[in-house]
């Protein structure tokens, strides 16, 4: 089970970090995933992290201004987010994939809830 958190309501160029903790599973052995989803879009590509080495991948779109990272002890994914904007707003979701495709939703089986991020312009 994915739990996500750390969101909420933050005025533009400020900062947030989420968090996103897996449970009953072995968290090592997973690529993970963050996504959003904005009111009235689909559900897009934000960051993902390999398993063992922590590589990280960004959408163009947050590159430079969020960092993906992993404690593989503490079962625990981060993402912090920098310079936020007004179109960062929407909810957030964690994921974890056995695949090495790591920017499609499709690839990823198993999801958190979500977590709402609204940033006032």
């Known amino acids: 089970q994915l739990q996500a958190s750390g969101g909420g309501l933050v005025q533009a160029g400020g900062s947030l970090r989420l968090s996103c903790t897996l449970s009953g599973r072995t968290f090592s052995i997973y690529a993970m995933g963050w996504f959003r989803q904005a009111p009235g879009k689909e559900r897009e590509f934000v960051a993902a992290i390999t398993r063992t080495r922590g590589f990280p991948y960004y959408a163009d779109s947050v590159r430079g201004r969020f960092t993906i990272s992993r404690d593989n002890a503490k079962n625990t994914m981060y993402l912090q987010m920098e310079s936020l904007k007004a179109e960062d707003t929407a909810v957030y979701y964690c994921?974890?994939?056995?695949?090495?495709?790591?920017?499609?939703?499709?690839?990823?089986?198993?999801w958190g809830q979500g977590t709402l991020v609204t940033v006032s312009s």
């Open positions: 994921a974890t994939t056995p695949s090495s495709t790591l920017s499609a939703p499709t690839a990823y089986d198993n």
